[in-house]
């Protein structure tokens, strides 16, 4: 039903949900307010779930991952772990690029301690050499001499080179073979110390040097020899005529006649020659034909030593194998090294601590040479094979004990002494009686050496005292390198 409008239009009438709608909207203003609360509240917690949920999906859209094939890792931790990479190198690895990027200062080589000072000048052995001397011989004031010994041999140029014995200008052969065999035996025991001090290519020229000259003294090409030249000079005792003992002069000036000795008969001289040939051999094994041609004179004149018509005297045969012998060799051995003992009162000793080994005999220091060398390698020998010592006797000894008996007697030589001098010194080659300086020093020649008392007379009419010998400077080279300590960078040629 319509009812008329008064502001025009038709006036309508609902009932149902309309008219109660329609009331409920204009009257009941409290319910609709609740209503209206509940229908907020709704749309809320419907706005706010959909942002919770939008705000998920983007975390978990952004935790990415990296897939490596085998290994998946996300970007988080693969941050990290290049970040852990950058760190470390920046405190591990850019501190030693910007050490390595410096420049360097190399710390100064460590001093040779004395025993390498003692051992260039003890070394200069050119200083007795005879014949037709190299530019590079070193010795300013020495030149070619002895160019016509052996005119009085059969040996095609004559027996030219080797070395002059000591103060006189007679070439000796045994002590020049012993000089040789101990040069060549410190080298196979101590190449390493050689090198290290820069001496090794000079001490293999100076031991090439007299074994070239001992290949002269015989037919070192043969099987069987029946001679060996033993010498070249000499001198008559009191004589007063111009000769190698009356005549203290250089070489170089040397015009009287120099005859040459020949030996039929001598074991002693061919063993040592052999002796010095065959460990010279050992010292050149880099030159195969050099160190054939040693061996092959070194079985020559020893079969000259053993031969029986050749003897001066028997040598036995033992009777049991080698091996017995080498071991009867080592008691012997073992029995020397006790009687350089000062507690075992073998051998006298002075006052200052120098070991009598010739009775007290001139000339003393080459035989503590020669003795301070064999107990310093016998120590060494000793350590290298982990044995602690030795017996003599019911008492042991450490092998320290020989060190310190090398290194006393050596130290007595080099100045710890009673006279506080150096017997590593020097003297003249001209005249003796002379009172004027020495025209010419033979820096790092050893001397003969004090007597027993420890008393030394600085006198050159006085050869007990004042006279070097190669023998002599031979052993003292060898003791001196098994005791130095230096390790390279040190001066020498």
């Not at 010419?440 to 004090?450: E, L, S």
Request: hydrophobic share 35%; net charge positive; with cysteine.
């Amino acid at each position: 039903m319509h009812s008329r409008n008064e502001w025009g239009g038709s006036f309508e009438f609902s009932t149902g949900e309309d008219a109660s709608c329609y009331e409920t909207t204009e009257w009941d203003r409290a319910a609709l307010l609740h209503q209206q609360h509940h229908l907020q509240r709704h749309d809320l917690d419907e706005t706010l779930q959909s942002w919770i949920l939008e705000r998920s999906a983007e975390k978990s859209k952004k935790k990415k991952y990296v897939d490596f094939g085998c290994i998946v890792c996300s970007h988080k931790a693969l941050k990290w772990f290049f970040g852990s990479i950058f760190v470390a190198f920046l405190v591990i690895a850019l501190p030693i690029i910007i050490t390595k990027s410096l420049p360097k200062h190399h710390s100064l080589p460590k001093p040779p301690d004395n025993y390498t000072l003692a051992l260039h000048k003890a070394l200069l052995l050119q200083r007795s050499k005879s014949g037709r001397l190299p530019k590079s011989n070193g010795i300013p004031w020495r030149g070619n001499s002895g160019l016509q010994d052996g005119k009085d041999t059969d040996v095609k140029g004559g027996l030219v080179g080797g070395y002059y014995d000591a103060g006189d200008n007679t070439k000796f052969h045994f002590p020049m073979s012993f000089a040789m065999t101990m040069l060549s035996w410190s080298v196979l025991e101590y190449k390493h110390k050689y090198i290290a001090v820069n001496e090794y290519a000079h001490a293999r020229e100076l031991i090439k040097w007299g074994t070239d000259y001992l290949l002269l003294t015989f037919n070192s090409s043969a099987t069987k020899i029946n001679k060996i030249y033993g010498q070249v000079g000499g001198a008559l005792n009191d004589s007063r005529t111009p000769d190698d003992r009356y005549c203290w002069q250089r070489p170089e000036d040397m015009e009287y006649p120099r005859p040459t000795t020949t030996i039929y008969r001598g074991p002693d001289l061919a063993g040592e020659m052999a002796a010095a040939l065959a460990a010279a051999s050992i010292v050149f094994q880099d030159d195969a034909t050099y160190s054939k041609k040693l061996i092959k004179g070194a079985e020559t004149v020893f079969a000259f030593a053993r031969d029986s018509g050749k003897r001066t005297r028997m040598i036995l045969n033992p009777g049991y194998p080698y091996e017995d012998m080498l071991r009867m060799y080592h008691n012997v051995t073992g029995l020397t090294m006790c009687s350089y003992l000062h507690q075992l009162k073998v051998f006298n000793w002075t006052k200052g601590g120098l070991i009598q080994l010739n009775h007290g005999q001139p000339q003393s220091l080459q035989y503590v040479a020669n003795a301070a060398f064999l107990a310093s390698l016998f120590a060494d020998y000793m350590e290298a094979s982990g044995v602690p010592g030795w017996n003599c006797g019911p008492n042991f000894f450490p092998r320290s004990v020989l060190k310190a008996f090398a290194t006393s007697q050596i130290d007595y030589i080099l100045g710890k002494n009673p006279m506080k001098m150096s017997y590593v010194v020097g003297g003249g080659w001209k005249w003796r009686d002379t009172s004027k300086p020495n025209p010419n020093t033979i820096t790092g020649a050893m001397v003969g050496g004090p007597d027993r008392f420890d008393q030394f007379h600085d006198s050159r009419n006085n050869y007990n005292y004042t006279e070097p010998t190669l023998a002599g400077n031979a052993g003292l080279v060898a003791a001196l390198i098994s005791l130095t300590n230096t390790i390279g960078s040190a001066s020498g040629n």
